[in-house]
């Protein structure tokens, strides 16, 4: 950040008064800036005993399979935002059974929840940012295909959980702390 996003000013980065790292404050209207990790919401929607996938039609890894899952919007919850990447990639309408996997990206300031998600019916398609979208049993999946590390880790959890039928919350975290 260099300028001020209220006035416009050049801003400084230095620890404000009482804190303990450093933020990029603005002198002429005295605003503090800070930076936050942003949340990113998504579904492993799954049909019979097959999951669906999206290949990524944008960068970054484009042509890479992943889950819908996308940056939260302002004024919509966690479960909302989950929903409507999962209606805007694949467009899919599904029902959240539970919150899955919440995984602490550190090195992007990400934290990501992906919801376990029941298809009511195979109906999915391509939206815009994915280049085509399908089912895949655990046999199928393109296992070096995969576009995230957060992917990968949620879809071995879902294959092992299910010998069980028991899916309890994962935590995560990876990446490496600055
Ligand atoms: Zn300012």
Redesign the pocket.
Known sequence: MN???????S?RLAVPEGDNRPRHI??????IHYLNPKVVAGCLPVYGDKVLLCRRAIEPRKGLWTLPAGFMENGESTEQGALRETREEALAEVELISLYTVTSILHVNQVQMLYLARMPQPDFGAGEETLEAALFSETEIPWDELAFETISNALRFYFEDRKQDQFPLRHVEIGANR
Do not use: A, F
Request: hydrophobic share 5%; proline share 0%; with cysteine.
């Open positions: 300028y001020c996003s209220h006035c416009g000013s801003v603005c002198d002429n209207c005295h605003t």
